[in-house]
């Protein structure tokens, strides 16, 4: 299956209660799928083609206020206009799932993969101090596994999260273990999970408002620091990442996503030649796996960050390490997908060659 | 009578909707907004519908309209509340959802929402309040001002060449097969406040009985914002935006 289409497929499996999007090129096919598969008539999910971006992510807005299982998904240029919605749901603490298969911009830029909206998703696209947790799969199988981690940790901090891929692994075809199916939550198990829920007020609780507003400054600070506690929180507890060949590494690949797997295969040809390399993926990237990074410090000679963009995270591998480990970076840009020849040849030009 | 034989509730003529918190509202004197809260309430508790009903808030005067009615709310993004009331109901088709939006946050920033929740034919109800300016931040010129009309940001009043024309975003909506009530109303006298009421309980049937989506247009005063008193913004009103914005049924299947 095609990784855009196992979103479409884990999220009806995930019990999801609602979809709702815009088409745009390279993801086109979680609508499509979702629209094939009908699950209004079997789980009872409910999707919809929204006339905009910013129409769709607001519906989440509304359908996360309800405490529903709610998601969205676009690339790039559409993900920019969602990012209004992004922190508005972010300042009314709201849980949902957003997906992008990022494509190269900027501006309209190209329908091919790319890994530059890295910025936009880690440091807050949106308006004000606030986090988003950020998935990066690397395969289709994760495209999958990372819909129901995505919603559980929406959940579990009320808080909106992102899976960001780009369009060769929402484009890729790869065998697949789709998520057992799991009943959608009943009215009465949202009243009882989600508190705070919008779906009409009893005798006997006070109304419950979801909004991000507040104009009196000493609230909204104490809203504010409530906020930074949880991300400190997340930051504590939910930090994912992977490590190949790195127990004898000399060098270091840092990629995520499509660019960790050309890395992997970069590695493999590394080993062959006796170079020392081993590859560490971040898969959340924000929190992102500063301490495990940290912990290279004097055991490598560099390291290389691998990205489709013009040099993102990086700047997080440097502040993670502190600057203490000559960090150089390869990428290519505009939709250009390298081999893993190309890392190969630039981790010997930019690292190797400097050090022996 | 003495006040306490008065204040009797056998000699009550008229109470205060249960619906309506105690809270002082941060409306100026004389302006709509105050009664048509009132009347929201009234529909909603007249119809048993305060256990079931999610109210959309906009951005504009009305940003606070969940402080006053005691129901369960959400506060949408500038224009977005026909969006949200989208997910609102179909994700929970038994509930009675409406939004409650000023004509800067229908008919120009959410005006792509307004008309695609309608042409979807959502089973909402959209309330318009339009008084042909912008209240909360300090009486700028709406898509719904008057040719000529003084604001802040068109000082030297409203001119075709620079600003185009008064948006009868109603008339549009109407055109789509997906309304199936769209009413002009009024709220500045008693006769007009219980024909408004008349038309607000018809939209909120309609949307319990699926019929589509309905529109409440209120023609309403801002007193601040035309800098004029209430009194005056009354007559104003009748005066000058009866005639741009006639009163009456647009559309009532």
Redo the contacts between chains.
């Keep these: 299956m095609k990784g855009n289409e196992v979103i479409a497929h884990a999220a009806i499996r995930y019990g999801a209660d609602g979809y709702f999007g815009y088409p745009i090129t390279p993801q086109s096919e979680i609508m499509e799928t979702l629209m094939d598969e009908k699950p209004w008539e079997t789980t009872g999910m409910i999707v919809l083609q929204a006339e905009s971006e910013v129409a769709a992510i607001n519906m989440v807005y509304g359908g996360a206020g309800c405490g529903k299982r709610v998601m969205t998904s676009s690339s790039s240029p559409g993900i920019s206009l969602k990012q209004e919605g992004i922190s508005y749901m972010a300042g009314a603490e709201l849980p949902a799932l957003i997906v992008n298969i990022m494509r190269g911009g900027p501006g309209l830029g190209t329908i091919q993969p790319s890994q530059a909206d890295y910025f936009q998703t880690v440091k807050g696209g949106g308006h004000g101090d606030y986090k988003m947790i950020t998935l990066a799969p690397a395969s289709v199988q994760e495209m999958a596994d990372h819909v129901a981690l995505g919603f559980d940790l929406a959940f579990k901090y009320n808080n909106p999260v992102m899976i960001l891929s780009d369009g060769v692994i929402g484009q890729m075809m790869e065998k697949v273990v789709l998520p057992e199916f799991r009943p959608r939550k009943t009215e009465e198990e949202i009243r009882k999970e989600q508190p705070w829920a919008t779906l009409g007020k009893p005798k006997n609780r006070k109304p419950n408002i979801i909004t991000s507003l507040e104009l009196d400054s000493n609230i909204m600070e104490q809203n504010n620091n409530r906020f930074q506690t949880k991300y400190k929180q997340i930051a504590e507890n939910e930090v994912l990442f992977e490590e190949m060949n790195c127990e004898d590494a000399e060098y270091l690949i840092v990629a995520f996503g499509s660019a960790a797997r050309i890395s992997q295969k970069a590695v493999e040809l590394a080993r062959q030649q006796g170079i020392k390399v081993g590859l560490f993926r971040p898969i959340t990237l924000w929190p992102f796996p500063e301490k495990e990074l940290a912990a290279y410090v004097g055991k490598l000679k560099g390291i290389l960050v691998v990205e489709l963009n013009a040099g993102q995270m990086i700047e997080d591998v440097k502040l993670a390490v502190e600057c203490k480990i000559p960090t150089e970076h390869f990428g290519r840009l505009g939709g250009i997908v390298p081999t893993p020849d190309e890392v190969l040849t630039a981790l010997k030009a930019k690292l190797e060659a400097k050090r022996s | 009578m003495n006040i306490t034989e008065i204040i009797k509730p056998e000699n009550l003529v008229y109470d205060k909707p249960r619906l309506m918190n105690d809270r002082p509202m941060h409306y100026c004197p004389g302006c709509s907004h105050g009664v048509v809260h009132k009347l929201i309430a009234e529909v909603i508790e007249e119809m048993g519908l ?5 109210g ?2 906009p951005v504009g005067c009305a ?1 606070f309209a ?1 402080n006053y ?9 500038h224009g ?1 509340a026909p ?6 109901k ?3 088709p038994d ?1 009675m959802v409406f939004t409650y939006q000023g004509d800067g946050d229908l008919a120009a920033i959410g005006t ?2 307004t ?2 929740a309608c042409n979807r034919g959502e089973n909402i109800v959209i309330i318009f309040i339009n008084n042909a300016i912008y209240g909360m931040t300090g009486g700028q010129m709406a898509p719904t001002t008057l040719m000529g009309m003084k604001t802040s940001t068109c000082p030297y009043g409203r001119n075709e060449q620079l600003n185009g024309y008064p948006l009868k975003i109603s008339n549009l909506l109407a055109q789509l097969e997906g309304t199936c009530l769209v009413t002009r109303q009024t709220v500045h006298t008693a006769p007009a406040i219980k024909k408004a009421k008349k038309m607000l309980r018809l939209a909120f049937e309609n949307s319990m009985a699926g019929k589509g989506t309905s529109i409440v247009e209120f023609v309403s005063t801002c007193a601040s914002g035309w800098k004029m008193t209430p009194d005056a913004s009354n007559k104003w009103m009748v005066e000058n935006m009866l005639p741009m914005y006639p009163l009456g049924d647009l559309k009532n299947n």
Excluded: G, P, S
């Design positions: 305060e256990e079931k009903t999610i959309i808030a940003v969940y009615l005691d129901i369960d709310w959400q506060e949408a993004a977005r969006a949200l009331a989208t997910a609102v179909r994700l929970n509930k792509a929402e008309i695609h």
